[in-house]
């Protein structure tokens, strides 16, 4: 995305055209995000796992519960853990290789999200104090790229963990050892939704695709969680927002995230 | 957030807060420019307990050179903490924190530069955190800008950084490290005085819709009390009465 290409010039210029008429280049509306489908189990072997497609991106995500150490000041509390990954199929771009800026950031923005939502109850995780923890662990990979990975990793993470089911351990001398057939549902208190917004020219679009990603001028994700107050942001892109246009942001993010809350409770079963 | 201790008293019943400020008061801020000799650009900042470097070179040849673009210069940042910045030693080599740290710098101070007449040159950033407070990314930025300016690349504007956040249900400017380990919001704000945009935004933690603008409004106060401290270090290098060659 670095080199810019002629191409990407006439994009950028017939996207504001269409923009100062009001209009999308896939003809949405600029504050609807595109058809979210969320599939639920689609990995068995897994804990819990979801794949979401948001237009034609989509990305699969599986949760992988295992006991684990603490963090060392944190003996109170089970370990929570996003990562995120574009697979070389994805894109004609994606390479492989150890992870790019823009991969590692990804990650850290879903993790962030669901991490101070808190949405998971990590206190009811615990096996034993200071000694052992369960660990849970969203790992996501990106199958197909068309743009906003980061709500759509958001999305498929929690998912997948709305749908995670915690297997059984007890401690005996001193290690943890798995009760067979025995699991409960994920301690859940709320469900943080992110909604990615991109500034191009004057215009505030909701969940730019790939297209319009690649000419924004600058983009903000917020998530925000059950009761619609906001519990992270992340502003990327290599130009700044107004005052004004980041209350506007905050606005869409909690009416477009109540839409999307809607249709993963109604994907997962589940509603907090 | 994850704060243990619980048992902190982050804001007394005369509201003031465990370092002794007051909710809308920042940390003492110092930043010297053109602190390195070999640098083209450079500056020190403290900010409250942070110490941190900044070095700027460049324009000059990119490399890799496939980096390069037949355009536009390009700005290139890394933030990096010692091992002896922090209570338990940090790994030398970069974390994922301080790769998305740099990512996040870089894309609030390339609105300020105007590279466009450096085509297939990099202008190269370091930050270096030599003792880490709570609220280095912001102090980073800071001092980034005035090794900018010290460097000559030329700026529409400053960026000034600052955070707001919220502790003991109230909102604060300024997190510390205290207040970020065990408070309930932090916001690093990156703002451009005088164009008024806002460059980095980041947040951790819970605000109301109301609370978010309020607290964005307050971050920006330090981010413009900032700036002055910013403009006062160019003008002591550039503009005192002694003689500066």
């Known amino acids: 995305m670095t080199d810019i290409s002629i191409i990407d010039k006439l994009k950028r210029s017939k996207i504001l055209d269409l923009l100062q008429e009001g209009k999308r280049i896939d003809d949405r509306a600029l504050d609807e995000p595109r058809p979210l489908v969320i599939d639920i189990g689609v990995i068995p072997h897994a804990n819990g796992s979801a794949r979401a497609r948001l237009g034609d991106t989509e990305i699969v995500a599986g949760i992988k519960v295992q006991p684990d150490r603490p963090f060392p000041d944190m003996g109170e509390k089970g370990i929570f853990m996003c990562t995120a990954e574009i697979l070389p199929l994805a894109h004609p771009s994606a390479e492989t290789g150890p992870p790019q800026p823009d991969v590692i950031e990804l990650a850290r923005v879903v993790d962030r999200g669901i991490r101070e939502s808190g949405m998971i109850d990590l206190s009811q995780m615990v096996l034993e104090k200071d000694k052992s923890v369960i660990g849970l662990f969203a790992d996501s990979v990106v199958t197909d790229h068309d743009g906003n990975l980061f709500d759509t990793c958001s999305y498929a993470a929690v998912a997948a963990i709305l749908t995670s089911k915690i297997p059984k351990w007890e401690i005996k001398d001193d290690a943890p050892v798995l009760v067979e057939d025995q699991e409960s549902d994920t301690p859940i208190t709320t469900i943080p939704i992110s909604v990615t917004m991109g500034r191009i020219g004057e215009f505030i679009i909701v969940d730019p695709n790939l297209d319009e990603w690649e000419c924004l001028d600058a983009r903000i994700t917020i998530t925000t969680n059950s009761d619609g107050n906001i519990v992270a942001l992340q502003k990327g892109g290599f130009d700044g927002f107004s005052l004004e246009q980041l209350v506007k942001c905050s606005e869409l993010s909690i009416s477009v995230g109540k839409k999307i809350r809607d249709v993963i409770k109604e994907a997962t079963g589940v509603s907090k | 957030m994850g704060g243990r201790e619980a048992n902190v008293v982050l804001l007394d019943e005369n509201g003031i807060r465990s370092d002794g400020r007051k909710v809308n008061e920042t940390r003492k801020v110092t930043i010297k420019a053109g602190v390195l000799k070999n640098a083209n650009g450079s500056a020190y900042i403290e900010f409250g307990g942070n110490k941190i470097l900044a070095g700027v070179f460049g324009p000059r040849d990119v490399h890799p050179k496939h ?22 030693r940090k790994k030398p080599a970069p974390s994922r924190r301080e790769i ?146």
Request: aromatic content about 6%.
């Open chain 2, 67 to 88: 980096m390069s673009n037949p355009d536009t210069g390009i700005l290139r940042v890394r933030y990096h903490m010692e091992p002896f910045s922090v209570g338990e």
């Open chain 2, 100 to 245: 998305e740290i740099s990512k996040v710098i870089k894309e609030a101070l390339e609105p300020a530069v105007m590279l466009e007449n450096f085509p297939r040159t990099a202008v190269d950033v370091f930050l270096e955190v030599l003792q880490a407070d709570g609220g280095t990314r912001c102090a980073a930025l800071d001092a980034a800008s005035v090794a900018l300016a010290d460097a000559g690349i030329p700026m529409k504007d400053m960026v000034c950084a600052c955070a707001a956040g919220k502790a003991a249900d109230a909102l604060i400017l300024d997190v510390n490290n205290e207040e970020d380990q065990a408070g309930q919001a932090d916001m690093p704000i990156g703002y451009m005085p005088n164009l008024g945009k806002i460059t980095l935004l980041q947040l951790d933690g819970v605000l109301t819709p109301d609370e978010y603008k309020k607290c964005i409004e307050l971050g920006l106060e330090g981010c413009k009390q900032v700036y002055e401290i910013q403009k006062n270090a160019l003008r002591e290098k550039y503009f005192s009465s002694s003689d500066n060659s």
